[in-house]
């Protein structure tokens, strides 16, 4: 691809020459001559006035503070753009033509949609409907009666348990679990536990990513929802019950507690926790690691800290608590001198 | 089923129409005419007054604020009830006699009850011994000298190592891995790390049930050991030689390191994690996301915090934690109005 | 083995019988007569005083407080004495010759090396190579273009996804995933999220282990790399563009974000999280927990608490956490205090 062409796909436009020409993308720190890559993070900017590579994608309102030796290829959007170019790139890679492998082990009455594919050694069982065109990868156990939308992806690995909904066009990486019982035991006066069956079911709206080893948990009863765009990264646990908004972004290995609601556009960063039964408002942004106990009623919060605060709160007393040990030296100090002063003050009375 | 026969099967009583009749539960925000539904968290009392459900599960002291329109069905124990009833309707899920499949790998010396149903590429490895009535999914790996008492189920993707024994009425949810190697390695002088051979194993007791991707960890030498009854949710990590007690409960995302103790009926919030070689006592509840680096030694104790304190000290402390910034410039004006005060003090003299 | 044999493996010294002989390892606490078992935490050297193992493996420098009853074999190192001894037990669990299952799927243009094992229900696909003396398990999938080094094992349910690149002596324990992949997707302006294909790729060099249900991403572009002798536990995420150093060693439930990279010999305990784009510095040691949040520069650093700070810093400020209820009640009684002398103190002027 020619610079020219790279600025045609994403209307972006050229600076320097428009026949640069490029064969692969590589990361700005890493790029060689004919490869080409992108300036997004402000961090990498150092990186641009050294790169190798023959073509850099920057935003159009980028000004370079140095001599910069690539082509230019300027765009409104680097990520966007970039998504663009390595779709391009990537199409080479999904076309292995494997159709629907003799290994599998499809029931007679499962129905598939023209144009899947099915790899060795996965299990479609009773009354599986899936759509057209979608990739199953070997090695993946397809329930009773699940139902999976046009051009979805599921990687080797996965299990989607009986009666779950997957959408069109949603992607589950390997060893995704959907819809294992979720985690119900009623108490007993021996202190044993019973088994609350889980009959519910997983719903998986269209346009949702799951990672690799991510578990969605059965509801008990109704369904657990991931509703359409939300992206899940891997290793995070979804309990039972939950609902997941449109378009919200959860990193990995963030566990929901269940029955707790996340609304629209949430953004949740590693590793945080939620106890059950909540309701977190639509565009609330949660730092890594914090832990969740009380609802957010208001959009668009930022939250941060186990026990989660406001991020400003939060950071406003972190700062003291990195200066402790001199807080409490300081009122021992007082203490000191206001016993010497309440001394004098009394000695002279 | 209708409000009467409900009633009969939990030692119930009716209130509205015996004849009330139902074919499937659901969750009390969402239940319809013709379902049932249930009531046990108060957060949840306000749908009592307005849920379509024909029959609502609640406890005996219920007194409900508002008019109900379900027939009401009352008992000591609402969640045991729930599992009772569930139980009825799920049974019907688990009855497809899939018997052995032709398309597993079953060693000729491996023994399997009489009753026991195999899945597809499930592999059982030689000197395995199965008892009677399990449910193997497909894609299991059982491996050599495992051993599994009767009644038990292993979803798909479960890897069970050599010589691990999982006992009576267990439960292994999807893609969890028992016995993978513990992890111990003696340093090098020139910092490279030599493998310690993990040549013990895992011992699950009767009635474990065991989440989705939970990984437990086999022991270096001797056991790692999940005493009866304990629930393990998903994405637990449970390193070697760990011992977990009779009847725990141990929510998802929870990680035990090396050599550590817990003692029976113990409850675990999610996410939190343990220090090797600790010992928790029997009855310990620890709030989500709290780090453990110090035996608990009475029984009861309830614990919060990472580091964890008592539940109580950290509640008072976090209380503060919260107020810190405005603590800080309350030191500070003090010291300012001392200086005041000592200069003035001091002019006096 | 006897005491003598058993001094001779490991260049010990025998102190007692030296025919004393044993049949297996046990755990201090555990062992029988026959047994042989070890004592290097010294949190047991109790059980030091009171095993009835037949055989005691000390630290040359151990010197026992009361009298010891089994034989003990000196060494100057413990546990890479115990490495030794325990590899000649494990030998006999590794032979089960099977060769190259019938059961597997192998693309005829995969290149398997002599002396390699595929169980049954693989997948290796076309353009993969394997070396010598491999052990793939059940149930595994390799993508296309894969390279596999000599020696090295892949248990039962690893994916390893296409390009990417395991070294020699690796061990990949159960359902890890490497090359899912990583999490990246460009805001567009209706709130969806549009995918960036991930096209690079995952390398972990010679001597790395995998544990089991650990994620590692591929790079979006370039690689995820894993440097020779780095130990990672169970349920790890590792995102794209990761770098971790040579022999570092990371516990189980550890998350690091995109693009940062970790230095040689650096330790993480259990449950860590890393935000992106960092730089650790070779040599860190960050306690169970922590969250870092910026760069560590200065290499050996020892880190704490969440937000990360130095370890003896977040020690002294968290003792003084612990007394925050008891620093805030002095605050209020130094204002009351002070207020009182302020006004005898307005009053005498």
Redesign the interface.
Known sequence: MTAAQIAHFISGTVEGDPNASVTR???IE?AQAGDF?FLD?P?YEEFAYSTLASILLVHNEFHPAKPVTPTLVRTA?V??S??IL??I??QA?NS?GAAI?E?A?IHPEAKLGAGTEI???T?I??GAVIGLNCKI???V?IG?NVRIGDNSTI???V?V??DCEIGKNC?L???A?IG??G??????PD??????????KVVLED?V?I???T?I?R????STVIHS?A?L???I?I?H?VEVG??A?I???V?I?GSTHLG??VRVG??V?F?G?LRIADGTQIQ??S?LASNIEKPGTAIFG??A?GYR?FI??????????D??R??LE??K??AE??Q??SSR?
């Open positions: 993308g590589a990361p890493a890559t993070n961090k959007d990520r966007t970039l998504a390595l779709k790139i990537d890679n292995n492998s290994k082990s790899g060795a050694f299990v069982e009773q990868y070997p090695q156990f009773r990687y080797p690995g299990r348990h009986f992607i990486h390997a060893n679990v294992a019982d985690f119900g035991f009623a108490p007993q202190r044993t536990w019973t088994k609350i069956p889980q009959v519910g346009n990513e990672g690799a080893n578990c948990d509801a008990s009863l109704g765009g992206k990264d891997n290793l646990h309990a019950n449109h378009n972004v990193a990995a290995q566990g507690a629209d556009n590693g590793q926790g106890a039964h890594a690691q832990g186990s026990p605060m709160d406003k007393s972190h700062v003291v608590f990195k200066q402790l040990p807080l409490q300081k009122v007082l203490e001198k206001l002063l309440e004098g003050s009375q």
